[in-house]
Nanobody, 114 residues
Framework: QVRLVESGGGLVQPGGSLRLSCAAS????????MGWYRQAPGAQRELVAS???????NYADSLKGRFTISRDNATNTVYLQMNSLKPEDTAVYYC????????WGQGTQVTVSS
């Protein structure tokens, strides 16, 4: 089994920053791809960013330049640095990992509000 534990969500003012972390564990864990999705109230889950074992990254077009994904393969941890946050970034952020199939974290709430 693969377990993903997210942290770092919270309440932030517009223009602020947050850093999300997702630590993966499990027997013989080696995910080809890890990343983040988000889901706002009443909306579909959408891809935020992903990163491969080799470091190749992919971002939602609307988030390029504000969000940065990174990965520490030694600790099986993926990070999402979010800058210049906007109210429309408010959502539950889910970490995922592709290990034969997709595994999800429990989600962490990010609220951008003054």
């Amino acid at each position: 089994q693969v377990r993903l534990v997210e942290s770092g969500g919270g309440l932030v003012q517009p223009g602020g920053s947050l850093r999300l972390s997702c630590a993966a564990s499990g027997s013989s864990f080696s995910a080809n791809v890890m990343g983040w999705y988000r889901q706002a109230p009443g909306a579909q889950r959408e891809l935020v960013a992903s990163v491969s074992t080799g470091g190749s990254t992919n971002y939602a077009d609307s988030l390029k330049g504000r969000f940065t994904i990174s990965r520490d393969n030694a600790t099986n941890t993926v990070y999402l640095q979010m800058n210049s946050l906007k109210p429309e970034d408010t959502a539950v952020y889910y970490c995922y990992a592709l290990v034969g199939r997709i595994y999800w974290g429990q989600g962490t709430q990010v609220t951008v509000s003054s």
